[in-house]
């Protein structure tokens, strides 16, 4: 019996914002041709303490050797032409073509002729790298990220009402707080190891409320004491009726607007709602009056009252007035700052916190700084070494595939995130992607639907093979770790984009220093962390060692601290010029698409328990499948027969922005004249066209690319279809 030798490697799951800690078994090492055998949750992590759902459970089964050598990008490739099968090349010789080609459109066009998409599944390490290349070596903002569909309104959202981009609260509020509101979010679903402690909380003090807001009763609406069934899109008008009912019936927490906000901001907003009476908004969100009364009641009086949310909120072209209503109501009402009392954005992605972080978005710079502010762009450019950042303003996620579709943007270098079925409007993506002139994509998976449409292939290594940090939901940092090397010839990410970024550096400009000597991640990290040192996310006191000798911690964590901070604002002082928080009047909107006699359906999106995203990853583990085998649209059991269908009878299913064929199923948690369709189904399942004939997949064939004025956050949440039997 040959005993084989395994060791563990302690990393984090790149699902989800909860940001679990893992514990990697592996066989072999990390220079060899090792192999990751099993993962266990981490008991000492503070996200789970041990605990992993389903998807962070069955990683191990991401990266089998089969996996491995079936599923990934193994080396870098070029297509002679668009349609032909790519051709391998050296690293070698990509780096020296990629540089020329991009550093000739950069001659010819400038610099905003190129673009970059990247992701919130990246490593900060690795947004360091990219932001540093677009902003202070090609000299464009346009850099944006998959985290604009994601987390852009919170963003916008905390910004605007608390002075910055900082989830004040932690997930130890669960064990603290009296009425969990949890709107515009599934995390049973989205977040399953958040939930089980919501569940855990609930069980051991049942008196503690749980409000649900959702147009569909879903998992999470199964828990709540009170669910909200609100129509799509009406969440501002909710807000804004619960806040007139704590006004009227003397709800607020006057001592606490006194003191810590500011007073002109709350009389505009009180002039707002003033007409949007518990009658009118229960009229407009169609409910009942009474439970819009006994939400308000709860979410004021109870002693802490903390708000779950995430992308029914941020998804919308009203997604910033959305985050902005709900803190209005935690701050007329004094529920932020104490323990189990705050809004806490539910982060998506793994990483979309470090990446805003970071300023690897188009509307951000590190360390939270500002790329409309000069006094912000010459600080970046003081620490990056370089004469100046550029000023003008980049293009966000949809602008970018508009200019692309418009022949603007001539080159797109796209990473791991899968545009061609993860935005809205495919019909435009589709269109962008083939008018570009280079079209790189930098991958750990062969086969997204984007890789179809790349004229280079750059294969990145990924989960259990790469090193760098994350930041998570409550602003807590854990370290990533590789266990096995990546194989074939792919590799991390910053690794590439440094080595094409100093070939390209002699090309475009003379920096007083070379500025991409990095030679390991902390080296990036180090970069980064120096840019946050005096800002409000000051990591200046934290180090790769103490992450390593310590384990994840929360920011701001400056120097000479002896541990991050749990929660934000308990001192009432807020990160506004004049510490007050402001209260900010934006009127309730409905969403940008309208249901008329054509399309007099609304669509909603959202995620499965078991699937990530586009399933580029979890798509791979066959018993992720059992709970969901298939795509289906969910409709009221009353719409079926109104349309002549019946349970999995196929449908037409249009939009004005696109059409796909797919099976129905009746759905009683959803309203009549609603329906749902899950996020993750590509090509594979889903198949349609647009009105030219042209080939669509999945959801996004039907989605509206509108987005929040802004945010500039699309309107994902909702889209005026028809249904028809074929
Ligand atoms: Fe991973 Fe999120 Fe599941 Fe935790 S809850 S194991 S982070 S997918």
Same mark, same amino acid.
């Given at each position: ?57 069955? $990683?191990?089964?991401? /990266? ?9 990008? *193994?080396?870098? /490739? +070029? ?23 991009? !550093? ?20 900060? &390490? ?110 501002? /008008? ?8 704590? =006004? ?19 009389? /505009?907003?009180?002039? $707002? ?34 708000? $779950? ?68 762009? !010459?600080?970046?450019?003081?620490? +990056? ?42 019909? *435009? ?13 930098? &991958? ?13 292939? *750059? ?54 220093? #070379?500025?991409?000597?990095? &030679? ?34 929360? +920011?701001?964590? #400056? ?28 009127? +309730? ?71 796909? =064929? ?9 309203? #009549?004249?609603?329906?749902? *369709? ?35 956050? #699309? ?5 005026? =279809? ?5």
């Amino acid at each position: 019996k040959v005993q084989v030798q395994t060791r563990s490697t302690r990393s984090t799951c790149p699902y989800c914002g909860v940001g679990c800690g893992v514990i990697i078994d592996s066989t072999g090492d990390d220079t060899s041709q090792g192999e990751i055998v099993g993962v266990r949750g981490d008991p000492d992590h503070p996200a789970n303490f041990g605990r992993l759902c389903s998807k962070g459970s069955t $990683l191990h089964l991401t /990266a089998t050797p089969l996996v491995r050598q079936t599923r990934r990008l *193994l080396q870098p /490739a +070029w297509r002679p032409a668009r349609g032909a099968a790519a051709e391998p090349l050296s690293w070698a010789q990509t780096h020296q073509q990629l540089a020329q080609r991009i !550093a000739a459109v950069h001659a010819q066009h400038g610099p905003d002729a190129i673009g970059l998409y990247i992701s919130g599944q990246l490593l900060t &390490e690795d947004y360091q790298a990219f932001n540093k290349l677009a902003r202070g070596l090609l000299g464009t903002n346009n850099i944006d990220s998959n985290s604009r569909l994601c987390m852009s309104s919170a963003v916008v959202g905390y910004k605007q009402s608390l002075g910055s981009d900082a989830p004040p609260t932690c997930y130890e509020d669960l064990d603290h707080t009296d009425c969990v509101f949890i709107t515009g979010a599934n995390p049973a679903w989205a977040h399953p190891i958040l939930f089980r402690r919501l569940e855990a909380a609930k069980a051991k003090r049942p008196e503690m409320k749980i409000i649900v807001v959702d147009p569909r009763r879903t998992e999470s609406a199964d828990l709540a004491d009170l669910h909200l069934q609100i129509l799509p899109g009406t969440d501002v /008008a909710l807000c804004h009726g619960l806040l007139h009912a704590c =006004i009227w019936e003397g709800w607020l927490d006057r001592d606490f607007m006194a003191k810590h906000t500011e007073g002109a901001s709350f009389d /505009a907003l009180k002039t $707002l709602v003033r007409t949007m009476t518990p009658r009118e908004a229960a009229r407009i969100c169609g409910i009942q009056e009474a439970d819009l009364l006994k939400a308000a009641r709860w979410f004021a009086e109870s002693p802490a009252t903390l708000s $779950l949310y995430c992308q029914g909120l941020n998804q919308s072209t009203s997604g910033s007035a959305k985050n902005t209503a709900l803190i209005n109501l935690h701050l007329a009402c004094g529920q932020i700052g104490r323990p189990g009392a705050g809004p806490f954005s539910l982060t998506g992605q793994p990483n979309a916190m470090g990446g805003r972080e970071v300023g690897g978005m188009a509307s951000l710079l590190p360390g939270h700084r500002d790329p409309n502010l000069a006094d912000d762009r !010459a600080e970046v450019a003081r620490l +990056w070494g370089v004469d100046a950042l550029p000023a003008t303003p980049g293009k966000t996620a949809v602008e970018l595939f508009e200019a692309a579709a418009a022949g603007d943007i001539k080159v797109l270098w796209i990473a791991c995130t899968n545009p061609a079925q993860s935005l809205p409007d495919q019909a *435009l993506v589709r269109r962008a992607l083939e008018r570009c002139e280079l079209v790189i994509l930098q &991958e750990a998976f062969a086969d997204t639907a984007t890789a179809a449409y790349a004229d280079v292939l *750059l294969p990145a290594a990924t989960w259990g093979e790469k090193e760098g940090t994350v930041t998570n939901s409550e602003r807590r940092i854990s370290r990533v770790r590789a266990a096995i090397a990546p194989p074939g010839e792919a590799r991390p990410d910053w690794q590439i984009v440094r080595d094409v970024a100093r070939l390209l550096e002699p090309m475009l400009k003379q920096a007083a220093r #070379p500025m991409f000597t990095y &030679e390991t991640a902390e080296d990036l990290w180090l970069e980064h962390r120096a840019a946050t040192v005096g800002r409000d996310l000051d990591i200046g006191g934290l180090s790769y060692a103490l992450l390593d000798q310590s384990g994840p911690q929360q +920011w701001p964590f #400056p120097a000479g601290a002896a541990q991050g901070a749990q929660r934000l604002y308990e001192d009432g002082h807020f990160a506004t010029p004049n510490g007050r928080a402001r209260f900010i009047a934006q009127p +309730w909107k409905a969403p940008q698409d309208k249901l008329d006699a054509r399309y007099p359906l609304s669509l909603t999106t959202g995620r499965l328990r078991d699937q990530w995203h586009g399933m580029s990853r979890s798509g791979v583990v066959p018993r992720l499948f059992g709970h969901e085998p298939a795509p289906t649209l969910r409709l009221h059991p009353q719409d079926l027969p109104l349309r002549g269908l019946k349970d999995g009878d196929l449908a037409q299913v249009s939009s004005r922005h696109g059409s796909l =064929i797919l099976p129905v199923q009746a759905d009683a948690d959803a309203r #009549p004249a609603q329906a749902y *369709l899950p996020m993750h189904w590509g090509e594979e399942f889903v198949s349609g066209q647009d009105a030219q004939g042209r080939r669509l997949a999945g959801v996004n064939a039907l989605t509206n690319k509108a987005f929040c004025p802004d945010s500039k956050q #699309p309107e994902l949440k909702f889209a005026a =279809i028809q249904v028809q039997r074929v």
